[in-house]
Structures are given as structure tokens and as C-alpha cells.
């Protein structure tokens, strides 16, 4: 038997004898901590290059089906993205009454755009990716998620969204951030001058949600992070859901809301086509484990 192992960026090859046949089987390998990995083996690697920001891989596995790479770090599987995708759109969605503009910053594989776009009282949508081969690679490799790109409410900007975000003034209801983890681009996403430019891009009802990482493994993150976004917006809220892909299965979610409480949601429509997201998801996911109530303490 043949083992090809690639773990994330650095894809060693470790082989072992084999009795008489060839069979192989491939296996990828995300070292989510120094310490702690994900592993399923691999049907083939699809693409894989170096845009100008990252290295992006897709890979075809055998648990999660296609699942998108960005710097050795799986951003999205077939198999769980929905829960991701229904969590970080239809809580605040649901949150405001009418969200008419959202901006979308990240998000280039399209799951988040895709949410968005169920709302009726939804007239424009701005995506803001900074990489435009990750638009490109989900178009080719995840029509699932990107299927609504094309939407005539949907602007795709292929720009920096700090910069975005900054040259905004009271435009919208609802600004998404749906970015990778705090490296490269995505640093100054987690940080305070951004959170104050995105208190100014909202009207003044608007609502923040950023992903901010799992509870588990960033605690740190999520001690600075939490307090940050508490400075800017007068109220501010933090949620969970379960992701089976990301490090330790527990993510999160922090929400800044100008006027809105997201634990009495004022929405009239609730998307009835998700998988995971309904109104006692809604409710409970703001019910939080004592260690992960005192991070944002
Ligand atoms: N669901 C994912 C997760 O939590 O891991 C995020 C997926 S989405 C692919 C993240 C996107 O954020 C990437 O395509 C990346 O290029 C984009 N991104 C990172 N920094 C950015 C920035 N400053 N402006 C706009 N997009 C950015």
C-alpha cells in the first residue's frame, strides 16, 4: 500500500512499502495547530496555484467532496459550508427588519452572496474580494456556492476591503465580514480602525458580523477581538455554531448592532430552504459555554 501524504502548505511525501500492488491512497493533512491536524484522504487535487495574495488549492476528497484551500487552511468543503454560509448571513439578516444593501467583504467563494440573495427585500449586494482568482476558482469549481454571482442585485468588487469599507458614509444595512483568518490581506480586518470605518459605512440601524475564529483554539483572538468591536458599536453580541471542518468543530461569530438585539429578531422573512439555520438555532446560538462566556466578559 502507497501513502502520499500533503500537509497544508508544505506537501511532504511519506511512502510506505508496499506488499505486491500499487493501490495508493492520498491524504491531506491541515496542521490547524503546531499540534493538532485534519486529515481525509483525497480523491485528487483539482487546481492549485499562487495568485498574487495566497496559494490556493481545490481538492476532491472523499468525506467533504471539493473543499478550497487558501494558504493550507480549508476555507470551504461541500459537504458543511452551509452552515457556515446560513450562520453568518441569516442571524443578522434576521436580526434587522429590512436589510435593503449589504456589503460582503471576503467571501469569494459566493456561499455568503447566496444567502444574502433569498432576502425579497434585498436591492444590491456588494462583494468585496480582494483576490479575484478565488471568484474565478469557485465559478469553475463550486457552482453551488457561487450560483448567484450573477444576480442583477449582486456588484462584485475585486478590491482591498479595509479600503472599501473606509471610503464608505452611512450606505448600508448590513456589512458581512467573511474573511480568511488574520494573516496577510486579512490583518487589519480584526482590527479597531476597521471596525470604526465599518460604525460609519452603516446607516444607523446597521449591524456587523465578522467570523472571528474558533473559541477553542483562539482564545486570544477572540479576547481582543470582542472588546474591539465593544468600543465602537453601542451593542455587541457573540455566537456559535458547529462547522465539522474548522479547527475544533466550534466557531464563532461577534455582531455589532447599532439599535437592533439580535436575541429579539425584527426580520419578517425566515429563509425556509437551509439546512441548519431556523429560529431556535437562531436563539440558542447566543447561548454560550461558561468558557466561552468568559472570553467575552
Ligand atoms: N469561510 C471562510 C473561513 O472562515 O475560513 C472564509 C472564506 S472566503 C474564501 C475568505 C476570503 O477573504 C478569501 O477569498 C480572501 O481572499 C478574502 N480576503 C482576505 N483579506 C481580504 C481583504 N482585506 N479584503 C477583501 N477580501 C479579503
Known amino acids: 500500500m502507497w501513502r502520499l501524504w500533503l500537509f497544508g502548505k508544505n506537501f511532504i ?46 481538492l476532491d476528497t472523499f468525506q467533504f467532496g471539493r473543499m478550497l484551500v487558501l494558504d493550507g487552511m480549508v476555507q470551504t468543503t461541500i459537504a458543511d459550508e452551509f452552515i457556515y454560509h446560513e450562520m453568518i448571513v441569516h442571524v443578522p439578516m434576521c436580526t434587522h427588519p ?39 476558482a469557485s465559478r469553475r469549481f463550486f457552482p453551488e456556492m457561487s450560483c448567484c454571482l450573477d444576480d442583477p442585485r449582486v456588484e462584485i468588487r475585486i478590491a482591498d476591503g479595509i479600503e472599501y ?16 483568518e488574520p494573516v496577510g490581506p486579512a490583518v487589519g480586518l480584526f482590527d479597531t480602525p476597521f471596525y470604526q470605518a465599518v460604525f460609519r459605512a452603516l446607516k444607523d440601524d446597521g449591524i456587523l458580523v465578522a467570523q472571528t475564529e474558533s473559541p477553542f483554539f483562539n482564545a486570544d483572538l477572540i479576547r481582543s477581538v470582542f472588546p474591539r468591536v465593544k468600543t465602537v458599536f453601542p451593542s455587541t453580541y457573540f455566537y456559535l455554531a458547529a462547522i465539522p471542518t474548522y479547527p475544533s468543530g466550534l466557531w464563532s461569530f461577534t455582531m455589532g448592532s447599532k439599535k437592533y438585539n ?24 447566543f447561548v454560550l459555554p461558561k468558557f466561552v462566556q468568559e472570553l467575552v466578559e
Open 13 to 58: 511525501k511519506i511512502f510506505e512499502a508496499g506488499e505486491d500492488n500499487l493501490e495508493m491512497e492520498l491524504w491531506y493533512t491541515e496542521k490547524q495547530t503546531p499540534n493538532v491536524g485534519l486529515t481525509c484522504t483525497v480523491k485528487g487535487t483539482l487546481f492549485r496555484c499562487k495568485t498574487e495574495y495566497q496559494e490556493m488549492a481545490v
Open 98 to 136: 429590512s436589510p435593503k444593501t449589504v456589503v460582503v467583504v471576503g467571501g469569494g467563494d459566493g456561499g455568503t452572496v447566496r444567502e444574502i440573495c433569498k432576502y425579497p427585500s434585498v436591492e444590491k449586494v456588494i462583494l468585496v474580494e480582494i483576490d479575484a482568482q478565488v471568484v474565478e
Open 165 to 180: 469599507i473606509h471610503s464608505l458614509q452611512s450606505f448600508c444595512d448590513l456589512i458581512i465580514v467573511d474573511s480568511t
Open 262 to 285: 439580535p436575541r429579539e429578531p425584527e426580520g419578517t422573512f425566515i429563509p425556509q430552504d437551509t439546512r441548519y439555520y431556523w429560529p431556535g438555532i437562531h436563539r440558542s446560538s
